[in-house]
Nanobody, 125 residues
Framework: QVPLVESGGGLVQAGGSLRLSCASSGRTFTSYAMAWFRQTPGNERLFVAVSTSTGGSEYYADSVKGRFTISRDNAGNTVYLQMNSLKPEDTAVYYC??????????????????WGQGTQVTVSS
């Protein structure tokens, strides 16, 4: 059973918006950090944004700051990524991740124990 399931990807024109969702399945992630990463073919998986815990703080990669917003539902088990002013360079497979850790290495993939299967986002110019 996949613990995290993403949805909401698709094809959008540059300047448009998409909202990704990531729902937990069979496990509670209320106290976990939940994050979004993205990956393009042949490249490493890169940090996009993190919600440190339910009611906690949010941090963003510089490349998406001011355009993307991460949020969680009140139960803390669903995380969203609202993506506005999309650019062609935002095209990637987006992955949701959850982890319980005590450092501030938000972008370190090794901090995350649970991953979704990914959802494709394609931004056309």
């Amino acid at each position: 059973q996949v613990p995290l399931v993403e949805s909401g990807g698709g094809l959008v024109q540059a300047g448009g918006s998409l909202r990704l969702s990531c729902a937990s399945s069979g496990r509670t992630f209320t106290s976990y950090a939940m994050a979004w990463f993205r990956q393009t073919p042949g490249n490493e998986r890169l940090f996009v944004a993190v919600s440190t815990s339910t009611g906690g703080s949010e941090y963003y990669a510089d490349s998406v700051k001011g355009r993307f917003t991460i949020s969680r539902d009140n139960a803390g088990n669903t995380v969203y990524l609202q993506m506005n002013s999309l650019k062609p360079e935002d095209t990637a497979v987006y992955y949701c991740a959850a982890g319980s850790y005590y450092n501030r290495l938000w972008g370190y993939t090794g901090n995350y124990n649970y991953w979704g299967q990914g959802t494709q986002v394609t931004v056309s110019s």
